[in-house]
Protein backbone atom coordinates (compact mmCIF):
# COMPACT_ATOMS: atom_id res chain seq x y z
CA UNK A 1 0.00 0.00 0.00
CA UNK A 2 1.53 3.36 -1.13
CA UNK A 3 1.29 6.44 1.33
CA UNK A 4 2.01 9.89 0.85
CA UNK A 5 1.79 12.44 3.77
CA UNK A 6 -0.27 15.93 4.39
CA UNK A 7 1.28 18.20 6.87
CA UNK A 8 2.95 14.94 9.10
CA UNK A 9 -0.49 13.12 8.94
CA UNK A 10 -0.19 9.56 6.32
CA UNK A 11 -2.79 9.18 4.33
CA UNK A 12 -2.73 5.87 2.10
CA UNK A 13 -3.70 5.98 -1.78
CA UNK A 14 -6.30 3.54 -1.51
CA UNK A 15 -10.16 2.88 -2.90
CA UNK A 16 -13.36 1.01 -1.68
CA UNK A 17 -12.24 -1.69 -3.09
CA UNK A 18 -8.83 -2.07 -1.95
CA UNK A 19 -10.01 -1.78 1.74
CA UNK A 20 -12.73 -4.74 1.23
CA UNK A 21 -10.30 -6.91 0.08
CA UNK A 22 -8.38 -6.69 2.76
CA UNK A 23 -10.62 -7.83 5.03
CA UNK A 24 -10.21 -11.73 4.65
CA UNK A 25 -6.92 -11.14 5.83
CA UNK A 26 -7.85 -9.77 8.93
CA UNK A 27 -11.34 -11.35 9.84
CA UNK A 28 -9.45 -14.86 9.05
CA UNK A 29 -6.39 -14.19 11.50
CA UNK A 30 -6.01 -12.38 14.85
CA UNK A 31 -4.67 -9.56 12.96
CA UNK A 32 -6.75 -5.99 13.55
CA UNK A 33 -7.43 -3.44 11.05
CA UNK A 34 -8.19 -0.21 11.28
CA UNK A 35 -10.28 1.99 8.98
CA UNK A 36 -10.07 5.49 10.17
CA UNK A 37 -10.75 8.54 8.07
CA UNK A 38 -8.45 11.09 7.67
CA UNK A 39 -10.00 14.49 6.72
CA UNK A 40 -9.00 18.05 7.00
CA UNK A 41 -10.83 18.59 10.49
CA UNK A 42 -8.67 15.17 11.96
CA UNK A 43 -5.40 16.92 9.93
CA UNK A 44 -5.72 20.72 11.02
CA UNK A 45 -6.75 19.66 14.67
CA UNK A 46 -5.29 16.65 15.29
CA UNK A 47 -1.84 18.48 15.48
CA UNK A 48 -2.67 19.29 19.17
CA UNK A 49 -3.53 15.68 19.72
CA UNK A 50 -0.15 13.46 19.73
CA UNK A 51 -2.02 10.44 20.51
CA UNK A 52 -4.34 11.20 17.97
CA UNK A 53 -1.24 11.26 15.19
CA UNK A 54 0.36 8.36 16.81
CA UNK A 55 -3.29 6.23 16.46
CA UNK A 56 -3.10 7.65 13.16
CA UNK A 57 -0.29 6.64 12.09
CA UNK A 58 -0.10 3.24 13.47
CA UNK A 59 -3.44 2.41 11.39
CA UNK A 60 -3.84 -0.46 9.01
CA UNK A 61 -5.43 1.83 6.43
CA UNK A 62 -5.64 5.70 6.54
CA UNK A 63 -8.69 6.61 4.71
CA UNK A 64 -8.54 10.21 2.42
CA UNK A 65 -12.33 10.93 3.75
CA UNK A 66 -12.67 14.24 2.11
CA UNK A 67 -12.24 16.26 -0.88
CA UNK A 68 -9.84 18.46 0.64
CA UNK A 69 -7.25 15.55 0.93
CA UNK A 70 -7.63 14.60 -2.65
CA UNK A 71 -7.41 18.35 -3.91
CA UNK A 72 -4.56 19.56 -1.42
CA UNK A 73 -2.68 16.08 -2.94
CA UNK A 74 -3.59 17.24 -6.85
CA UNK A 75 -1.88 20.32 -5.60
CA UNK A 76 1.46 18.71 -4.57
CA UNK A 77 1.75 16.56 -7.02
CA UNK A 78 0.74 13.56 -4.81
CA UNK A 79 -1.20 10.30 -6.07
CA UNK A 80 -4.58 10.63 -4.27
CA UNK A 81 -7.09 10.64 -6.66
CA UNK A 82 -10.42 9.15 -5.07
CA UNK A 83 -12.17 10.27 -2.07
CA UNK A 84 -12.88 7.13 0.43
CA UNK A 85 -15.87 8.76 2.43
CA UNK A 86 -16.55 7.03 6.43
CA UNK A 87 -19.84 6.26 5.82
CA UNK A 88 -19.96 5.09 2.44
CA UNK A 89 -17.57 2.85 3.47
CA UNK A 90 -19.35 1.56 6.73
CA UNK A 91 -22.86 0.96 4.00
CA UNK A 92 -19.57 -1.70 2.54
CA UNK A 93 -18.72 -3.28 5.24
CA UNK A 94 -22.19 -3.56 6.60
CA UNK A 95 -22.99 -5.26 2.52
CA UNK A 96 -19.87 -7.47 3.35
CA UNK A 97 -21.35 -8.76 6.98
CA UNK A 98 -24.83 -9.00 5.10
CA UNK A 99 -23.30 -11.59 2.45
CA UNK A 100 -20.87 -13.22 5.05
CA UNK A 101 -23.09 -13.50 8.41
CA UNK A 102 -20.71 -11.65 10.36
CA UNK A 103 -20.99 -9.91 13.12
CA UNK A 104 -21.00 -5.89 14.21
CA UNK A 105 -21.06 -3.84 17.33
CA UNK A 106 -22.60 -0.13 17.26
CA UNK A 107 -20.91 2.15 19.89
CA UNK A 108 -21.65 5.69 19.98
CA UNK A 109 -24.29 8.92 19.51
CA UNK A 110 -27.52 9.49 21.61
CA UNK A 111 -29.42 6.41 23.17
CA UNK A 112 -32.33 7.07 20.41
CA UNK A 113 -29.91 7.49 17.64
CA UNK A 114 -28.25 4.30 18.01
CA UNK A 115 -31.31 2.15 18.73
CA UNK A 116 -32.81 3.81 15.70
CA UNK A 117 -29.34 2.83 13.47
CA UNK A 118 -29.84 -0.68 15.28
CA UNK A 119 -33.14 -1.00 13.54
CA UNK A 120 -32.74 0.23 10.68
CA UNK A 121 -29.03 -1.98 9.98
CA UNK A 122 -31.50 -5.29 11.02
CA UNK A 123 -33.81 -4.05 7.99
CA UNK A 124 -31.51 -3.12 5.52
CA UNK A 125 -29.05 -6.37 6.64
CA UNK A 126 -31.01 -9.01 7.63
CA UNK A 127 -28.34 -11.47 7.68
CA UNK A 128 -25.75 -9.64 9.58
CA UNK A 129 -25.81 -10.42 12.94
CA UNK A 130 -25.66 -7.50 15.43
CA UNK A 131 -24.36 -7.98 18.22
CA UNK A 132 -25.06 -5.56 20.58
CA UNK A 133 -24.61 -1.59 20.89
CA UNK A 134 -24.00 1.08 23.69
CA UNK A 135 -24.82 4.64 23.20
CA UNK A 136 -22.47 7.14 23.71
CA UNK A 137 -24.23 8.93 26.63
CA UNK A 138 -24.02 5.63 28.96
CA UNK A 139 -23.28 5.41 32.65
CA UNK A 140 -20.86 2.78 32.03
CA UNK A 141 -17.04 2.81 32.45
CA UNK A 142 -14.69 3.07 29.72
CA UNK A 143 -13.32 -0.69 31.54
CA UNK A 144 -17.06 -1.64 31.36
CA UNK A 145 -17.57 -0.42 27.65
CA UNK A 146 -14.42 -2.92 26.67
CA UNK A 147 -15.53 -5.80 28.48
CA UNK A 148 -19.14 -5.46 27.41
CA UNK A 149 -17.69 -5.33 23.54
CA UNK A 150 -15.20 -8.36 24.15
CA UNK A 151 -18.19 -10.50 25.39
CA UNK A 152 -19.72 -9.95 22.43
CA UNK A 153 -16.52 -10.65 20.28
CA UNK A 154 -18.12 -8.92 16.78
CA UNK A 155 -15.94 -8.98 13.77
CA UNK A 156 -17.08 -5.08 12.88
CA UNK A 157 -17.27 -2.14 15.98
CA UNK A 158 -18.20 1.12 14.77
CA UNK A 159 -17.33 3.76 16.76
CA UNK A 160 -19.65 6.89 17.02
CA UNK A 161 -18.08 9.80 19.35
CA UNK A 162 -17.00 12.46 17.20
CA UNK A 163 -13.78 13.65 16.92
CA UNK A 164 -11.39 13.60 18.85
CA UNK A 165 -13.41 11.41 21.19
CA UNK A 166 -13.52 8.64 18.78
CA UNK A 167 -9.97 8.38 17.81
CA UNK A 168 -8.63 9.18 21.60
CA UNK A 169 -10.89 6.35 22.30
CA UNK A 170 -9.76 3.73 19.91
CA UNK A 171 -5.65 4.70 20.67
CA UNK A 172 -6.36 3.92 24.54
CA UNK A 173 -8.31 0.55 23.59
CA UNK A 174 -7.79 -0.92 20.52
CA UNK A 175 -5.74 -3.91 21.66
CA UNK A 176 -7.47 -4.56 24.44
CA UNK A 177 -10.30 -5.04 22.05
CA UNK A 178 -11.40 -8.59 20.60
CA UNK A 179 -12.34 -7.24 17.29
CA UNK A 180 -10.98 -7.82 13.81
CA UNK A 181 -12.51 -4.32 12.17
CA UNK A 182 -12.19 -1.08 13.98
CA UNK A 183 -13.79 2.36 11.99
CA UNK A 184 -14.42 5.62 13.33
CA UNK A 185 -17.55 6.83 12.04
CA UNK A 186 -18.69 10.28 13.31
CA UNK A 187 -22.12 11.40 12.59
CA UNK A 188 -22.79 7.81 10.64
CA UNK A 189 -25.45 6.88 13.24
CA UNK A 190 -27.38 9.91 12.50
CA UNK A 191 -27.64 8.85 9.13
CA UNK A 192 -28.63 5.63 9.74
CA UNK A 193 -31.38 6.32 11.92
CA UNK A 194 -32.70 8.78 10.01
CA UNK A 195 -32.37 11.55 12.60
CA UNK A 196 -30.24 13.48 9.78
CA UNK A 197 -31.16 13.46 6.33
CA UNK A 198 -27.73 12.68 3.89
CA UNK A 199 -27.82 15.35 1.62
CA UNK A 200 -29.20 15.29 -2.12
CA UNK A 201 -27.51 13.09 -4.74
CA UNK A 202 -26.12 15.76 -6.28
CA UNK A 203 -23.58 17.19 -3.19
CA UNK A 204 -22.72 13.26 -2.91
CA UNK A 205 -21.86 12.66 -6.27
CA UNK A 206 -20.33 16.11 -6.69
CA UNK A 207 -18.34 15.71 -3.17
CA UNK A 208 -20.17 18.22 -2.14
CA UNK A 209 -21.72 16.44 0.56
CA UNK A 210 -19.65 18.08 3.52
CA UNK A 211 -20.70 21.65 2.46
CA UNK A 212 -24.20 20.67 2.35
CA UNK A 213 -23.89 18.92 5.72
CA UNK A 214 -22.07 22.69 7.10
CA UNK A 215 -24.86 24.79 5.74
CA UNK A 216 -27.75 22.51 7.44
CA UNK A 217 -25.97 21.99 10.85
CA UNK A 218 -24.63 25.07 12.45
CA UNK A 219 -22.78 23.03 14.50
CA UNK A 220 -20.57 21.82 11.42
CA UNK A 221 -20.48 25.35 10.02
CA UNK A 222 -17.03 26.05 11.03
CA UNK A 223 -16.24 23.35 8.40
CA UNK A 224 -16.63 25.79 5.36
CA UNK A 225 -13.95 28.13 6.62
CA UNK A 226 -11.90 25.04 7.64
CA UNK A 227 -11.05 23.78 3.94
CA UNK A 228 -9.35 27.30 2.73
CA UNK A 229 -7.64 27.11 5.98
CA UNK A 230 -6.47 23.40 5.53
CA UNK A 231 -5.51 23.94 1.54
CA UNK A 232 -3.05 27.17 2.65
CA UNK A 233 -1.24 25.44 5.91
CA UNK A 234 -1.02 22.00 3.51
CA UNK A 235 0.92 24.04 0.74
CA UNK A 236 3.10 25.56 3.17
CA UNK A 237 4.00 22.51 4.84
CA UNK A 238 4.65 21.43 1.72
CA UNK A 239 6.87 24.39 0.38
CA UNK A 240 8.95 23.96 3.76
CA UNK A 241 9.51 20.25 3.84
CA UNK A 242 9.80 19.68 0.07
CA UNK A 243 13.21 19.18 0.85
CA UNK A 244 13.47 16.67 3.79
Keep these: MTTEKIMDFPVDIINYDDIIDDLSNYLQTEKKMSAISVNP ?19 THRIPDGIGIVLVSKLTGGQIKERVAGIELMFRFLDYANTYKKSIFLYGAKPQVVTDA ?61 VSVFQDVGGSFDVLSGHVKRAPQFFIDTHLEWLYRSLTDRKRFKRILQLPVFVIKSLFWKVRTKDD
Design 41 to 59: QIIIEGQSYPEIQEFVKES
Design 118 to 178: AKQIKKDYPNLILSDKIDGYTNLSEEEVVERINRAKPDFLFVALGFPKQEEWLARNIERLD
